[in-house]
Nanobody, 114 residues
Framework: QVRFVESGGGLVQPGESLKLTCAAS????????MGWYRQTPGKQRELVGT???????NVVNSMKGRFTITRDNARDMMYLHMNILKLEDTAVYYC????????WGQGTQVTVSS
């Protein structure tokens, strides 16, 4: 059974940084392109960025330059490095395959507030 467990969220102030972790299991992680997503109440889940098997990263324009993604294939883990956080980055963050799948985890809440 494919499973994704996100962690590392919390309450931060604008301009601060945060690192989220995704632990994957039940799939061939090293052969999978992965993605980070986020969702705010009343809105659809949106893509934050993706990382290929080889580690090539693509982050959506609104977060480019502030967010980046890394992965550790030996540990079946992926990370979202968030810098210069803004109020509008407040959301629940999820990981999944880069193309998405029904296997959504519980997500991790990131709250940016002064």
């Amino acid at each position: 059974q494919v499973r994704f467990v996100e962690s590392g969220g919390g309450l931060v102030q604008p301009g601060e940084s945060l690192k989220l972790t995704c632990a994957a299991s039940g799939m061939d992680f090293s052969r999978s392109a992965m993605g980070w997503y986020r969702q705010t109440p009343g809105k659809q889940r949106e893509l934050v960025g993706t990382i290929t098997m080889a580690g090539s990263v693509n982050v959506v324009n609104s977060m480019k330059g502030r967010f980046t993604i890394t992965r550790d294939n030996a540990r079946d883990m992926m990370y979202l490095h968030m810098n210069i956080l803004k109020l509008e980055d407040t959301a629940v963050y999820y990981c999944n395959f880069a193309s998405g799948s029904p296997f959504w985890g519980q997500g991790t809440q990131v709250t940016v507030s002064s």
